[in-house]
């Protein structure tokens, strides 16, 4: 990986002082910005592109770019500790905005039970491990809510993850439940999942995906949230990848059991060794070549293939990854046609990052500097990737 120190420190403090705060864990500075390496050439903007897209196309064969962690770009919660996180748990780098605006269509969003302090109640937060965000559950949903309203040709496809169990938080389940079912939701969220369900069918709502199974806190709840068999995939436990396991999970509609898929599912998160980025280097592309064979075929098969994994636990692992990993995956978007399904990643919206705070302020931080993720011209080339499903 080329790490390029292209900022000076009086240009690093002026850009502090002007486009962040000590609640900004992240600079990011347009004036630092390298050309994209592939640029958005299509007729309709980024931000519409699934209009693009045939109504009875199914959502299985698209490519669909995400991220993974959505929201950790947008600052941390608790006072004191939000200064610590900044050095382990960033790992995007845009907001959500910016990401819905650049074409990612696949969230990974985690709610914990927190407390709002003002109101003094209980309330979903999201967060990263133990690290609360700024950002409540509802919220996010206001959020995409939103943004379908003003582009009804579009959907998302959020993964909800309980990074602390439900077992330790006795009022998740109450509080997701509640804000499920608030009025100002009907509709949005699709609640009949099928296997080969359409983008026609799928257009201005939310598909939620569960990394567990909900029902054993409450059977009689419909639950608007398809069910992913999603193992662990932790190089610290089986440092080789098992292809077959990640060929041999499945989707189910919490509803009726009986809708179910098959999922293809690679999440190689630690590429902590030299062995281990190679692996995972590896893993991505076989899944990639083998979504493509699966997309081109009959079987209605839903793959999700993370670019996402860290070198160390801080920004900089998950940025040095991201800078190792997304150029082979451009390269091979370049090489082969072919829709390759969903592929959240790390650091995304931007091409070059100017400067990350891996830290709490500009006198305590380690500064990290000039990195070349290639995100943006790896989530043109994932969208690009969908042509043969075009009008």
Same mark, same amino acid.
């Given at each position: ?20 705060? !000590? $609640?900004?864990? /992240? ?7 390298? *050309?994209? %390496?592939? @640029? ?92 609360? !965000? $700024?950002?409540? /559950? ?7 809510? *939103?943004? %379908?309203? @003003? ?107 009986? %809708?179910? @898929? ?130």
């Amino acid at each position: 990986m080329a790490v390029f120190n292209s900022c000076s420190k009086e240009d690093l403090e002026k850009v502090y002082d002007e486009k962040t705060s !000590l $609640d900004s864990p /992240f600079i990011f500075s347009e004036g630092y910005q390298d *050309s994209i %390496l592939v @640029a958005y050439d299509l007729p309709t903007p980024a931000t519409d592109w699934l209009s693009m897209v045939r109504d009875e196309t199914k959502v299985c064969k698209l490519t669909i770019p995400g991220t993974h962690d959505t929201m950790t770009g947008m600052g941390f919660y608790q006072p004191v500790l939000k200064y610590i996180f900044n050095t382990t748990a960033i790992s995007q780098v845009s907001t959500l905005e910016e990401q819905m605006n650049s074409g990612l269509r696949f969230f990974d969003i985690r709610p914990v039970v927190s407390t709002d302090t003002i109101a003094k109640k209980k309330i979903l937060r999201l967060t990263h491990g133990i690290s609360e !965000l $700024d950002i409540t /559950f509802e919220w996010t949903i206001d959020q995409l809510q *939103s943004y %379908l309203k @003003a582009h009804p040709s579009e959907f998302f496809i959020v993964k909800l993850q309980f990074d602390n169990g439900f077992e330790d938080q006795k009022d998740l389940y109450t509080l997701l439940s509640n804000v499920l079912h608030m009025s100002k939701y009907q509709g949005l969220f699709v609640d009949n999942w099928r296997p080969d369900i359409t983008v026609g069918e799928m257009r201005s709502k939310i598909l939620w995906l569960s990394r567990y199974d909900l029902r054993p806190f409450n059977a009689a709840f419909h639950y608007p949230i398809v069910y992913c068999d999603w193992p662990d995939e932790d190089p610290d436990i089986e440092e080789d990848i098992n292809p077959e396991a990640q060929r041999n999970c499945s989707m189910y509609n919490m509803t009726d059991t009986t %809708l179910t @898929a098959k999922l293809y599912k690679q999440d190689y998160y630690k590429t902590t060794t030299e062995k281990r980025m190679r692996n995972k280097q590896k893993t991505v592309i076989d899944m990639m070549h083998t979504a493509r064979e699966a997309t081109a075929g009959d079987e209605d098969i839903w793959i999700v293939n993370h670019c996402s994994a860290y070198t160390e636990v801080s920004p900089r692992g998950y940025i040095t990854n991201a800078s190792n990993l997304h150029p082979l995956v451009i390269d091979d978007l370049q090489m082969y046609e072919g829709t390759v399904g969903i592929i959240p990643m790390d650091m995304a919206c931007h091409d070059y990052v100017h400067c990350i705070i891996n830290g709490g302020t500009p006198y305590t931080s380690d500064y990290l500097y000039g990195f070349h993720p290639m995100s943006l011209s790896l989530t043109n080339l994932l969208i690009k990737s969908n042509k043969s499903h075009f009008k």
